[in-house]
T-cell receptor, first 113, second 113 residues
Framework: ELKVEQNPLFLSMQEGKNYTIYCNYS?????LYWYRQDPGKSLESLFV?????AVKQEGRLMASLDTKARLSTLHITAAVHDLSATYFC?????????????FGKGTKLTVNP | NAGVTQTPKFQVLKTGQSMTLQCAQD?????MSWYRQDPGMGLRLIHY???????DQGEVPNGYNVSRSTTEDFPLRLLSAAPSQTSVYFC????FGLGYGYTFGSGTRLTVV
């Protein structure tokens, strides 16, 4: 059974600081997604990571994937208040005709002035 | 282009009632899925479909039925609502092929009393 663990689950940081959210998963997969969710809203796609060593950046967020270590990171650079949200990683277990995403429990990020 | 449309946005049911949550997408996506989101649990896959006429169970399928008669629509039926089905339900779709992320609907907040 695939397990996806995010840490930390809660993160409070000051504006201007850097931090990393970690996503570990327990079985082989080479596709991983990061999503953002604002309170009461739907999920917004941030990154799609498709292979070992993949790195993608958008603004102050950078995501990477190490399939050998079964680890993805979401790095936040010089945080601003607008980044406050819950961030989810999701591991794609689609194989043999299935279509399954397994989500982590999410990291609730609060950026304080 | 409306994306993924879910109706209703809010619903209150009495225990034992049945209902159908609607999901429609206008992007001609092959893959569609239903997830439920509960506090502190992330999102969990209920059912998914890889094309019209093809459906399969996800992680938490009990108490739910689906069908996929067209590419556009993927309704979720609650057979006999229970308080444990109180949750926020998200429908998602994606196109066939690597590199495509999931597009999520705005969600249905369901309360079973």
């Amino acid at each position: 059974e695939l397990k996806v663990e995010q840490n930390p689950l809660f993160l409070s940081m000051q504006e201007g600081k850097n931090y990393t959210i970690y996503c570990n998963y327990s079985t082989t997969s080479d596709r991983l997604y990061w999503y953002r969710q604002d309170p009461g809203k739907s999920l917004e796609s941030l990154f799609v990571l498709l292979s070992n060593g993949a790195v993608k950046q958008e603004g102050r967020l950078m995501a990477s994937l190490d399939t050998k270590a079964r680890l993805s990171t979401l790095h936040i650079t010089a945080a601003v208040h607008d980044l406050s949200a819950t961030y989810f990683c999701a591991v794609d277990m689609s194989q043999g005709g299935s279509e399954k995403l397994v989500f982590g429990k999410g990291t609730k990020l609060t950026v304080n002035p | 282009n409306a994306g993924v449309t879910q109706t209703p946005k809010f619903q209150v049911l009495k225990t034992g009632q049945s209902m159908t949550l609607q999901c429609a997408q206008d992007m001609n996506h092959e893959y569609m899925s239903w997830y439920r989101q509960d506090p502190g649990m992330g999102l969990r896959l209920i059912h998914y479909s890889v094309g019209a006429g093809i459906t399969d169970q996800g992680e938490v399928p009990n108490g739910y039925n689906v069908s996929r008669s067209t590419t556009e629509d993927f309704p979720l039926r609650l057979l006999s609502a229970a308080p444990s089905q109180t949750s926020v339900y998200f429908c998602a779709s994606r196109a066939f092929g690597l590199g495509y992320g999931y597009t999520f609907g705005s969600g249905t907040r369901l309360t079973v009393v």
